[in-house]
Nanobody, 123 residues
């Protein structure tokens, strides 16, 4: 089975920075894309940023220029560096791994989600 373990959330003042990490564990052959989504109270879950195994990145317009996503393919780990944080960035952030191939069923692909980590931006 594959597990995604997130870390790095917390409370930060406006203008501050946080770095989220998400490590995928299990008998993994490959992961096509890894990314971060967020859900704020009263809002739908939205894509924040994603990165493919080849390094292609995609960002939500609201975070462009402030957030940077990176990935260590050898460690099956994705990072989200969040700078110039705003109160509207407050949300639960979820890690996602898309089109994961595992050793036990190499002919199938699966999607996995982390448990979520709270990010609160407030003075």
């Amino acid at each position: 089975q594959v597990q995604l373990v997130e870390s790095g959330g917390g409370l930060v003042q406006p203008g501050g920075s946080l770095r989220l990490s998400c490590a995928a564990s299990g008998r993994i052959f490959s992961i096509y894309a890894m990314g971060w989504y967020r859900k704020a109270p009263g809002k739908q879950r939205e894509l924040v940023a994603a990165i493919t195994s080849g390094g292609s990145r995609n960002y939500a317009d609201s975070v462009k220029g402030r957030f940077t996503i990176s990935r260590d393919n050898a460690k099956n780990t994705v990072y989200l560096q969040m700078n110039s944080l705003k109160p509207e960035d407050t949300a639960v952030y979820y890690c996602n791994a898309e089109r994961v191939v595992v050793a036990s069923t190499p002919w199938d692909e699966y999607n996995y989600w982390g448990q979520g980590t709270q990010v609160t931006v407030s003075s």
